[in-house]
């Protein structure tokens, strides 16, 4: 339980940021390490956000004529080299499987037997063996545009792992299509491009920048890929989806022909695109404040917490019975595309009121003899204070609940954005562009400037420069800006247009 005048979490973000996330994870509820190095266990809370996320993106792809599909965890090794770039990127991430079987060893404990004939890699990604499949699928230009997804886990092993952000086992969605033509594949790249920046920002509440990778930053493959970037709360960038365009190059490694409507064989056109549980540790770190988690109302697991006070045994049953019909009451109010969705924590113990505040509930609701002689109970917002109660009028409270949700959800948007404006400035001198990323306190080297609009000419020998000095990469260059002439902030030659450099997760 916190103190009065004191924070819920320890250390706070300020304190070290990196640890305050952590605690914010640990104490509402959402995932744990797991045994299994570098993975998660992600708990019943976590994972209620990711069945919100999982249903409305669901929603959102089958509206533009995508079906749901399952591909195998494991890929023959000669799949991925059929493709070169795309095993080199990802070559240090696999994790292999050679041996299907365990035995008794000398020493009593178990060894790997039976080697497999061919590899397999645990699935990374599924362009190469969604390929295949497309390649027997497709053989007219009549079995096009193909629009698949799939729900899975992928495994990368990662070196440094953090829960949410970046675990050697995660779960996403992974969309792969394949179409007759370039443009048509385009389209399909910024259609689902633009599926995830709508979905960050009206249901994670959180802003994002949307624009093209550097050839650099691309995906291993691609012929172009496509993102979308967040600001946290220490002023870094988190690439919360991308988008690819893969041309032919997929296409050709997995041999899918198809003939054209003129009669010609040719190669089809392919995209992949794909979010993650790393979503979540974003909303995490673009809300949570130093008393736990905030949840956008949108996608919190629930909406309110009816909490009876029970202090005396002759009103106890009163309240109790007054809590669960309104709890009956709010569960058939209408919300989005479901309804307002109901805890009701009747535990007799103190401190409950922090639980769920560290929980991110966005409304708690306190009801007590005195509340339900008045027809009234009290009221606090998640968005708001912890002190910052109010009693209202039961019916104006049942009748104002979407409203007030909505309020919450609207509110987290414009506090986050109103952040990522305060932190962002265009720069022009490579003085002020090395200042603004440089560390303002060599005991927090984390603290720095935030996202830095500066031209940049083009040279991947600039845009490496800038990494090797500062660990600052080019986020992406985006979208719909007019162009600007200036001058590139690494080697001063002419460049046509900012682009978004950031420290990055």
């Not at 890699?121 to 390929?131: F, L, N, Y």
């Not at 385009?186 to 920002?201: H, N």
């Not at 005396?312 to 309804?339: C, K, M, W």
Request: proline share 6%; charged share 25%.
């Amino acid at each position: 339980m916190a103190k009065k005048g004191k924070n819920a979490i320890s250390p706070t973000r300020q304190e070290d940021y990196a640890a305050w996330y952590q605690e914010v994870v640990k104490v509402s509820d959402m995932a744990e390490n797991s045994p299994a190095r570098g993975c998660m266990i992600i708990k019943p809370w976590g994972y209620a956000v990711w069945e919100n996320i999982t249903k409305e993106l669901d929603r959102a792809f089958k509206e533009r004529g995508v079906k749901n599909a399952y591909f195998p965890i494991f890929i023959p090794l000669r799949f991925l080299e059929a493709e070169a770039a795309h095993v080199e990127g990802f070559a240090k991430e696999c994790a292999v499987v050679t041996h299907h079987r365990l035995e008794a060893g000398p020493d009593g404990g178990l060894v790997p037997a039976g080697p497999l004939t061919e590899p397999y890699i645990v699935r990374p990604t599924s362009e190469t063996i969604i390929g295949e499949a497309f390649s027997r699928w497709i053989n007219s230009y009549r079995d096009l545009p193909v629009l698949i997804n799939q729900w899975a886990n992928v495994v990368r092993w990662e070196m440094r792992t953090r829960i949410f952000l970046r675990t050697s086992e995660f779960l996403w969605q992974e969309g792969h299509t394949a179409h007759a033509s370039a443009d048509e594949a385009k389209q399909r790249t910024a259609m689902m491009l633009e599926v995830y920046r709508d979905f960050a920002e009206n249901w994670l509440a959180m802003p994002v920048l949307a624009g093209e990778k550097t050839a650099a930053e691309r995906f291993p493959g691609a012929e172009s890929t496509f993102c979308i970037e967040a600001m946290m709360q220490d002023c870094k960038a988190l690439q919360a989806g991308t988008s690819h365009f893969l041309g032919q190059n997929f296409a050709k490694a997995s041999n899918i022909r198809f003939q054209s409507e003129k009669g010609a064989e040719e190669f089809a056109w392919t995209t992949s695109w794909g979010v993650s549980t790393r979503m979540i540790g974003g909303m995490i770190m673009t809300h949570s404040d130093d008393d736990g988690l905030v949840l956008p109302p949108r996608l919190a697991p629930a909406h309110i917490v009816l909490m009876p006070i029970l202090k005396d045994p002759d009103s106890n049953q009163a309240v109790l019975e007054f809590v669960r019909t309104l709890s009956r009451r709010l569960s058939s109010i209408p919300y989005l595309n479901g309804h307002i969705r109901v805890e009701v924590d009747d535990r007799d113990m103190g401190g409950k009121n922090w639980d769920w505040i560290k929980k991110g509930i966005p409304l708690r609701v306190e009801i007590g003899p005195r509340d339900i002689a008045q027809n009234a109970v009290f009221v606090a917002r998640r968005d708001k204070p912890p002190s910052e109660r109010q009693s209202m009028d039961t019916e104006i409270f049942v009748s104002e609940v979407p409203i007030m949700l909505e309020e919450i959800q609207a509110n987290l948007f414009d506090r986050a954005k109103a952040y990522r404006e305060a932190n962002t400035r265009d720069i022009d001198s490579k003085d002020d562009f090395y200042a603004w990323f440089t560390p303002k306190n060599a005991e927090k080297p984390e603290i720095h400037g935030g996202f830095a609009l500066a031209h940049w000419c083009g040279s991947p020998q600039c845009e490496a420069k800038i990494k090797d000095d500062l660990t600052v990469t080019i986020r992406l260059v985006p979208e719909n800006t007019d162009a600007q002439k200036g001058r590139c902030i690494v080697c001063d030659k002419a460049s046509n247009q900012r682009v978004v450099f950031a420290k990055a997760y």
